[in-house]
Nanobody, 123 residues
Framework: VQLQASGGGLVQAGGSLRLSCAAS????????MGWFRQAPGKEHEFVAA????????NYADSVKGRFTISRDNAKNTVSLQMNSLKPGDTAVYYC?????????????????WGQGTLVTVSS
């Protein structure tokens, strides 16, 4: 499956952004989808994941209550709504996919990755 992330940009602290990831090439609804982020000099950090049907989600503690992951299997897209953004959220955000029915937090378990979209939150 090919993934294309978009929606990043520059926003002030307290603001909002919505990231989108468009998938193509395989049956999207067969894939667990995740969002990860990578700040300069750091490893990939789990942000959120959503199961195949969209009925089960999980979030990193650092974003819980501020970010919402969702998917539209008819449109082959997964989104990440980010509210109350903080400077610490600054990173390149990646969407990722794994052919699985379980939620996973480990970036190493994901098989397909988008190219990343930069989110910069100014103080």
């Amino acid at each position: 499956v090919q993934l294309q992330a978009s929606g990043g940009g520059l926003v002030q602290a307290g603001g909002s952004l919505r990231l989108s990831c468009a998938a193509s090439g395989r049956t999207f609804s067969n894939y667990l989808m995740g969002w990860f982020r990578q700040a300069p000099g750091k490893e990939h950090e789990f942000v959120a994941a959503i199961n195949r049907g969209g009925g089960s989600t999980n979030y990193a503690d650092s974003v819980k209550g501020r970010f919402t992951i969702s998917r539209d299997n008819a449109k082959n897209t997964v989104s990440l709504q980010m509210n109350s953004l903080k400077p610490g959220d600054t990173a390149v955000y990646y969407c990722a996919a794994r052919w699985d029915i379980e939620l996973h937090f480990d970036a190493r378990k994901y098989d397909y990755w988008g190219q990343g979209t930069l989110v910069t939150v100014s103080s």
